[in-house]
T-cell receptor
């Protein structure tokens, strides 16, 4: 029943490791997003995909690589994890032709808390 | 670039009372949308209310309503009859035409019994 789901919910790992976070939405939306919420709770967009095509790519280290196998899935792979990558990562989706001016609501997943030791 | 400012890092309200959370934004676009999201301790981001800038009428969802002042670029959230379950971090957000969703810094709301 969950509209936007993420796995895992918690991820504790060592510096230098590679990890992935998976996201799936069953809302039939066209567009998916990854956001990072830092320790001060500030939310900032990282990536956006529309129908498997990368639309938004903010200034994010290239250790972060999103992958969208189909429009219902958007995974985030992180190479060579650093201490500063510790944060909560949110996936979201919307029925929104990115760049076309629609302001449809974005629905968020439950978040993945990543802790890099 | 869009910016969203929430000038109240923390607010508190007594149960059953009314509280207003402030938000101002800055955009040069004429077509945009405004949102309030709630993030309780569970961490889930939940949409509270949404406003289209082209609509003059203030959006309302049960106990939640907004005061949208377009000329002043202000978008405050009023919570009436506050309940303990309203305690959360509240984020104001703006999405302009062809742009990305930009969040404010958040306001932590405490509801006192």
């Amino acid at each position: 029943d969950t509209a936007v789901s993420q796995t895992p919910k918690y991820l504790v790992t060592q510096m230098g490791n590679d990890k992935s976070i998976k996201c799936e939405q069953n809302l039939g939306h066209d567009t998916m997003y990854w956001y990072k919420q830092d320790s001060k709770k500030f939310l900032k967009i990282m990536f956006s995909y529309n129908n498997k095509e990368l639309i938004i790519n903010e200034t994010v280290p290239n250790r972060f690589s999103p992958k969208s196998p189909d429009k219902a899935h958007l995974n985030l792979h992180i190479n060579s994890l650093e201490l500063g990558d510790s944060a909560v990562y949110f996936c979201a989706s919307s029925q929104d032709l990115a760049g076309q001016g629609s302001g449809e609501t974005q629905y968020f997943g439950p978040g993945t808390r990543l802790l890099v030791l | 670039a869009q910016t969203v400012t929430q000038s109240q890092p923390e607010m508190s309200v007594q149960e059953a009372e009314t509280v207003t959370l402030s938000c101002t934004y800055d955009t040069s676009e004429s077509d945009y949308y405004l949102f309030w999201y709630k993030q309780p301790p569970s961490r889930q981001m939940i949409l509270v209310i949404r406003q289209e800038a082209y609509k003059q009428q203030n959006a309302t969802e049960n106990r939640f309503s907004v005061n949208f002042q377009k000329a002043a670029k202000s978008f405050s959230l009023k919570i009436s009859d506050s309940q303990l379950g309203d305690a959360a971090m509240y984020f104001c957000a703006e999405k302009a035409s062809g742009s990305r969703l930009t969040f404010g810094e958040g306001t932590q709301l405490t509801v006192n019994p």
